[in-house]
């Protein structure tokens, strides 16, 4: 039977190096011939991603259809996430259905509202939280540029991620120090994923594995 792939999610509020570590693992894995593919969300190329790019560059959306497109962009990939995973790919998701939680709920949509629509998404086998604070990425390149680049909004988006990771009975998170070189971190991370992959991932996604949140 064909190993399924692990299902690898980056988490973690703007400019906190999420992109970084997600190529640098996605190298690290290829090199160790470890089959991998990557997603980022939001994805901006399809039609659904433009409407949201051009929300998040300023053009006035109503927030629960916001909401809705944010999660609707990731159910469009869903078909090539699943057949990556069932070909024995691993998969890493530069954010995920955590973002679409804490970005909405720290506006003040109701949580509870707010995870619905990405509910039955596969589940992750890992979650990396890259914890950095705010007055660390206030100092970043580009801060300021686009919607949420704001810091009383992304200290309620912090608050909203632990709120998550603390409720979270189904998954493993793992909360890295981001504040250390980009080098060491992806030291720590790979360590992480590679002690996973170790781990039998011969079960294939049913529902009962689908509770994502
Ligand atoms: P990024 O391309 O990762 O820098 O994300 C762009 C912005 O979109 C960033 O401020 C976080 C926000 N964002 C990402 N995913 C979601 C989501 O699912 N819902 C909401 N409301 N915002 C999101």
Known sequence: KQRRGCLIVFEGIDRCGKSTQVKLLLTKLLENNKPTVTYSFPNRETSIGKVLDAYLKGTNLNQYATHLLFSANRWEMIESIFKNLKEGKNVILDRYAYSGVAYSA?????????????????????????????????????????????????????DYFYAL???????????????????????????????KLVEEMSSSYDATMMATL
């Open 165 to 195: 990771m603390s409720s979270d009975k189904h998954h493993h998170w793992c909360n890295i120090d981001a504040s250390r070189s980009i080098e060491s971190i992806h030291t720590e991370v790979y360590d992480i994923v590679s002690r």
């Open 106 to 158: 720290a506006k003040g949509l109701d949580i509870e509202w707010c995870k619905h629509a990405d509910h039955l998404l596969p589940s992750p086998d890992i979650i990396i939280y890259l914890a950095l604070p705010v007055k660390v990425i206030e100092c970043r390149y580009a801060f300021g540029e686009e919607r949420f680049d704001n810091t009383v909004f992304l200290t309620r988006v912090i």
